[in-house]
């Protein structure tokens, strides 16, 4: 089994209705999910020439999990049916 890094874009003002399905995927998702994560509050991009306070909206990175799958194409079929905002990106974690 593979670790993945899913990574949560798009921010749209949290309701009812959108912490449910969130609660209700978590629990689908069940033993495959090796780290729930957290939510990620607006951050700043820092660069070589500075910092940038980066826009919190459709675009944002959001949130991340970490779960395990037995390859990129499993992890990929689990991120659809996230109830994402924007979308899910998904990135294989290496080992070091």
């Known amino acids: 089994m593979a670790k993945f890094l899913f990574l ?3 921010f749209e003002q949290p309701t009812p209705e959108i912490g449910a399905a969130w609660m209700s ?4 998702v069940g033993s495959a999910m090796v780290d729930p994560g957290n939510p990620l509050n607006p ?3 820092v660069t070589r020439e500075g910092a940038t306070d980066l826009e919190f909206g459709l675009d944002a ?4 999990s970490v779960i395990e799958a037995e390859n990129k194409d499993a992890a ?3 991120a659809a049916t996230n109830p994402m905002i924007t979308s899910v990106l ?3 974690l290496g080992s070091m």
Do not use: D, H
């Open 90 to 92: 998904v990135y294989e």
């Open 61 to 64: 990175l959001t949130g991340y």
């Open 8 to 10: 949560y874009k798009g």
């Open 25 to 28: 995927w978590f629990g689908e």
């Open 43 to 45: 951050g700043t991009e």
């Open 76 to 78: 990929v079929a689990l």
